[in-house]
């Protein structure tokens, strides 16, 4: 299957320029469906009510656009913010939202990606890197499940013979954007189906787990 | 060194082995649970419940003084296919081992940083840093307090309160049931010590973190057999 005939659908969230992203993605030979956000270059956005509900948005990409090869999923980075004298309840909703709402989306594409026997789940995001600065306590929270999450479903779904796997990099001095979306444009493409469970660290040194 | 120390989820587990540690080596324990616990002061709360930690927090500086120590065990754990998840299991894993442990830090820690002096241990689990297999969600929580925890110390090193984390692998107490993969010879015989980490063992770990003053922080701390490496 080649990169314009494969689906690649596309979670929008803040950390990342989406509209340069898609761009990039579509110029690689994607075959974009982007939920969350519009985008001209996306063969298909879905935005509104549709795009809050993952199955529903899902069904209407397989539709529309055909099998699902490749779920992305863009997330959130928190804002910096003291933990000590912050808000608690803010601080909960926030990191619960984050982890939250990529776990959904890859709930409701896993009966799509199963059914091929084939598949990529990549999320993005900043890994570690943040852990290690005050005032970030959210951001590293976040990202440390993700990490977990990212590597419990490596083990996970290697067996139906999804790969799933996360691209990394410092939301505090983020590298462009072309070179996340080529990084994942690798690992959805054909030669990195052996690629499971790995932190990809774009534009700053590797992380070791902790 | 020894003084008051706070352990949520005393009542059984990991949390009462940590709470029975920590006595021996003569400190005062509170333990806060939802189930009564053998600690000296047994305080009955929902971890996840702001108010609630609020009132155990003044019942505790109350009976036995400020709080120097805080260990937040309290958690749970099942094994469900990642596919499989409801929004319930994964709300109530997020609300009891992430948002349990935060409400507990963010009662307990002003207290200490007024004082400028406290020590901090998290439970995370070695699942939270390596991952695992049918149980996206506890590992997720996990990964999340781990990544908390780096967070926090880095925010409080310069306060004299110091913030790590013991992530035990997987261990003989009851969260484990009798039947689990995690015993089974097949999975022992692929670890290095081949056989499952003991409740005292971690409570150790945890007491070594908080006796050792000035020489850890941000530590994630894995008695784990061998399991990741």
């Not at chain 1, 979306?181 to 534009?203: E, K, N, S």
């Amino acid at each position: 299957m080649t990169g314009s005939e494969r689906v690649m659908v596309v979670m929008a969230g803040p950390s990342l320029d989406i509209e340069q992203f898609i761009d990039r993605l579509v110029a690689q030979g994607e075959r974009v469906a982007l939920i969350g956000a519009q985008v001209d270059s996306a063969a298909l956005s879905i935005s509104g009510d549709d795009a809050l509900e993952p199955t529903v948005a899902l069904q209407r990409v397989e539709q529309e656009l055909g099998p699902v090869a490749s779920l992305v999923c863009v997330t959130a980075v928190p804002p910096p913010a003291p933990f000590v004298g912050g808000e608690i309840d803010h601080w909960s909703a926030t990191v619960g939202d984050a982890l939250t709402q990529p776990f959904q989306m890859i709930r409701a594409s896993l009966p799509n990606l199963r059914r091929n026997h084939s598949g990529r789940i990549v999320l993005i995001g900043a890994g570690w890197l943040l852990s290690g600065r005050p005032g970030r306590t959210a951001a590293a929270a976040v990202h440390g499940g993700l990490v977990a999450l990212v590597k419990t479903l490596g083990r996970e779904l290697g067996r139906d013979g999804i790969s799933v796997n996360e691209v990394v990099f410092d939301a505090d001095h983020p590298p462009p954007v072309a070179v996340i979306a080529d990084t994942v444009g690798y690992l959805c493409g054909p030669y990195a189906a052996g690629v499971v469970g790995q932190l990809v660290t774009v534009g700053s040194p590797g992380e070791a787990r902790p | 060194m020894t003084g008051v120390a706070v352990v949520t989820g005393a009542a059984s587990g990991l949390g009462a082995a940590i709470a029975d540690e920590l006595t021996g080596r003569g400190w005062r324990v509170a333990g806060w649970d939802l189930n009564p616990s053998a600690a000296e002061l047994s305080v009955q709360v929902d971890v996840a419940d702001r108010d609630a930690v609020a009132r155990a927090l003044e019942e505790t500086v109350g009976t036995l003084g400020e709080p120097d120590t805080l260990v937040t065990a309290a958690g749970i754990y099942e094994m469900v296919p990642a596919g499989e998840i409801n929004d319930t299991q994964w709300d109530r894993m997020l609300r009891v081992n992430l948002i349990g442990t935060v409400q507990a830090c963010a009662a307990v820690i002003p207290g200490m940083v007024r004082r400028g002096s406290g020590s901090v241990v998290t439970i995370s689990s070695d699942l939270g840093v390596g991952g695992s297999e049918g149980d996206a969600h506890y590992a997720t929580t996990k990964g999340a307090i781990v990544g908390f925890t780096r967070g926090l110390a880095v925010e409080l090193a310069g306060t004299r309160v110091r913030v790590n984390s013991v992530a035990p692998g997987a261990a003989d107490t009851p969260m484990l049931a009798g039947d689990s993969p995690w015993r089974a010879e097949t999975f022992l015989s692929t670890l290095p010590l081949a056989r499952l980490v003991r409740p005292d063992e971690i409570a150790a770990a945890v007491a070594f973190l908080i006796e050792h003053e000035d020489h850890f922080v941000g530590v994630v701390l894995s008695p784990n057999c061998g399991a990741t490496i």
